[in-house]
Structure formats: C-alpha cells, structure tokens
C-alpha cells in the first residue's frame, strides 16, 4: 500500500503524521484499535512529589509504563475516528498514582490517581479527559486539559494517526484535581499519541486447551521491576533487552505464554510451565530468565525460573512470592495485577541490588479451564512508531526546577517550602549520587 506523511504545522508547531489511505475521505468511520500515549502531567508535579517535601512517590497501575524521562505511557486505544471530518476520539488504559505527606498510620495528605486518558479532536478544537480518583471517590471523564489543536487538519483517511507534543492547558475542571493549587490555564506537559485503524489489525488470539485438570495456552504476565528496566537502559548499564523463544513485550508487561500444567480445581492448586525468555544486557550485565513456571497452594503462589548469569545456569530459582486466592470465571482461573515479593534467592539473581522483601512489578496469570476460554490481551501499544516517517516535533520544554513558579504547593507547607526551596536548589545541583539501581522511592502501584 502506497502511504504519504501530511504534516500540518500549527502556530504552537504541533505537528501530526498521518498514513493515509488513497480514496478514503469520504469513507464510513474508522475503529481505532492499538496505540500509545506519553504524557507526564506536569514535571514540576512529579519532581515535587518525590522531593524532599512531599517525600512521596509514584506507583503505575493497569499496565502503564514509563517512557524515557518524566513521561508516562498509557496504552491499548480505542475509539473512532471520521476519515471526512477528520473528528477523532481515542481512549488508553492505565493510571498513575501519586502519594505525598505521608501521615501517622500510613495515609496520606496527598493521594492522586490520574487514569485512562482519552482524547477528543472535534471542530477544530481538542479535549483531555481522565478518570481522576481522590480519597473523596473517583471522576471519570474529567474534562482535564485543553488540547492545542487549533489548525490541525486530520482529515482524508488514514490507517495510523500521530500527533507529536500537542500543547496542554489545565481546565477548571482540572484545578479542581489538585485542590486548587494549580489554577486553570496552567500549563502542562505536552502529549504524544499513537492510534492505529483496525483494519489491518492480525487476529492474534492464542488457542487455548483444557480436560481433567490438564491445561494449554495459559499466559502469565510479568515486568520484573520497572526501575530495573530503567537501569538496563540508562546511562549505567547502557545496555536493552531482548525476547526470544516466543516471549512478547507489552511495554510494562513481558508476557511468557503457551502455559501448560495441571489445575486442581477442588484445592485451589496449580502447577504450570511457560515458555519464552528474557535477557538483559549492558555494561556488567548478562542476566537471562527464562523457563518461567508458576505454582500455587494454599493461596500461597511462587513464580520460579531457570536463570543464566555469568555463562552458568541455575533452574528452577523461586524469583517472587504472591498471594493467590484462584477461582474460576469465563473458563480462566486469573490473577490481575497482583503484587509480588522478591525471595532471597531472587535477591541474589539481582546481584543484591534489591534485598529480599522488596515489591517487583505485580503479576497477571490467565489459565484455560474450559477450552476455548479467551485469553486477556497484553496493552497493546500499537505498531512500532519507527515503522512510518515519525513527525517533526516542538522543541522541548523547558527544564522545571524542583517546584516552579506555579509548582504544586499544599498550604499547610507554604513556610517550609519557602525555607527549604534553596537549600533543596542547590542540593539537587551539586548533590547527585548515582546508585547501581534506583532506590524505590517510586514504585509501582499495588492493589
């Protein structure tokens, strides 16, 4: 298929990329099926959050990642998008949570769950909505943000949309996320997305066997940790990743599939085996887990790999520990997102850097019972962004400092703010300690 890239330059320079389809301005609407979107909210926020005020952090939940520095990556569009109006709405799965000013007994001043964004382009303008949860209940489909959008034309069909660094304004609506200490026009962070049309989008389900307790085609779903994998790919390690034997990348989640093994329906027990493999390398690194396999009994589960370091093998080492209370719905026994706890033998697969009883990224396992049973699909995070011309892009923004001029200030701290901002200024300057692996001031989010 012949495809051209339209760039459209908007006075604040967004640009979009679209791989059009020759004929189709004029066809019926589009599904929008795959895609990713980046966004950091705003970086003085985050920066804020994990400072020495706050002393809070960050946790991802529902299979968002992060996506280089200060940016968050929400996944698995959905929506529609009109080839004739060029009106557009994509919907992505994930969240992030911020917690600060911890209190006694172990709440928190500060708690902020930022969730399934999605984007509406309409009339020349667009909107950012989110599902916004506080400990005063959960918003869905704030209006969050206005989007930048003014002179965009989308129209004329096309397979896969790009919009690179869409200016965003906070709403009213929005201020009222933060209680008021951002105020509506804020600036906030540019967003970037993906979405791709379902056309051309490969039926993918995997088959999936059950009889007598016996089982194939079970999936389970695992990150390891996601400050570990920024360390893999920082300027430390300098090193990447690789999946072979059939594991697939799921941007926060590896996926290890074509599961077989044994389900005891009446114990609650399961013995399972899993194929694919991962391997991290870098400098002073050379790790390969691989061989993955999962047992549960007595609501106690354990995920075990063969594990290769140093051009020796050692199988079968527990890596996590996770509770597991197993029951049976649509023909799966699941889990969804559930924590897990690093072993000490998994402590020294790890070289150390994370000691026994640290929280690793959660878990998700799906086993057929029933066959036939449809397994729950990895995020989908959309063809690869290098497989079309990508877009020209605004320059980035500027560096924040570590709380901005309009930076998130709960009142009950205006004073030591004031008195602590230059100290924290120049310690963050001159005072940079880098660690082998990042400490788990920011963590993922656990249910």
Wanted: net charge negative.
């Amino acid at each position: 298929m012949s495809a051209r890239v339209l760039r459209t330059t908007l006075a604040a320079l967004l640009t979009a990329a679209l791989v059009a389809i020759p004929g189709q301005a004029d066809a019926a609407d589009s599904k929008v099926s795959g895609g990713r979107l980046d966004w950091g909210l705003k970086t003085s926020f985050q920066n804020y959050i994990t400072g020495p005020i706050a002393k809070g952090e960050y946790r991802l939940t529902g299979g968002a990642a992060t996506a280089g520095s200060n940016r968050f990556r929400f996944h698995s569009a959905t929506g529609a998008y009109d080839p004739g109006s060029g009106d557009f709405t994509a919907g992505y799965s994930g969240g992030v949570r911020f917690t600060g000013h911890k209190k006694e007994g172990g709440d928190y001043e500060l708690d902020l769950l930022i969730a399934n964004p999605k984007v509406e382009i309409a009339g020349g303008g667009g909107t950012l909505y989110v599902d916004v949860t506080t400990p005063a209940g959960t918003s869905h489909g704030v209006a969050f943000a206005d989007l930048g959008v003014g002179g965009l034309d989308t129209s004329g069909g096309t397979t896969r949309m790009e919009l690179s660094d869409i200016p965003a304004t906070l709403t009213a609506q929005g201020a009222k996320s933060f209680a008021g200490y951002y105020e509506a026009g804020t600036e906030l962070d540019p967003l970037s997305l993906t979405a791709d049309m379902s056309a051309d989008k490969p039926d993918t389900k995997p088959s999936t066997k059950a009889g007598d307790g016996e089982f194939s085609g079970a999936a389970v779903d695992w990150g390891v940790r996601r400050t570990y994998r920024e360390y893999v790919v920082g300027d430390i390690a300098k090193g990447s990743w690789s999946l072979t034997e059939g594991a697939q990348d799921g941007g926060a989640l590896f996926r290890f599939g074509e599961g077989k093994g044994f389900w005891d329906a009446r114990k609650k027990a399961l013995d399972a085996a899993f194929t694919g493999a991962i391997t991290f390398t870098g400098q002073g690194l050379d790790l390969t887990l691989t061989g993955l396999g999962v047992t549960v009994a007595k609501d106690k589960g354990t995920l075990t790999a063969d594990v290769t370091s140093a051009g020796a093998t050692t199988e079968d080492v527990p890596l996590v520990t996770f509770a597991a209370k197993l029951s049976e719905k649509d023909g799966l026994v699941r889990l969804d997102e559930t924590p897990t706890v690093l072993t000490a033998k998994g402590a020294a697969v790890f070289g150390g850097f994370y000691p026994a009883g640290t929280d690793m990224d959660p878990l998700w396992l799906a086993v057929p019972v029933k066959s036939g049973a449809e397994l729950p699909p990895l995020p989908d995070l959309g063809e690869d962004v290098a497989a079309t011309q990508p877009p020209a892009s605004i320059a980035p923004a500027a560096a924040s400092s570590e709380v901005d001029a309009d930076g998130f200030m709960p009142a009950a701290y205006w004073i030591v703010a004031a008195v602590a901002l230059a100290a924290v200024a120049a310690t963050v300057l001159l005072v940079r300690r880098r660690r082998p692996v990042p400490e788990s001031t920011v963590t993922e989010e656990k249910e």
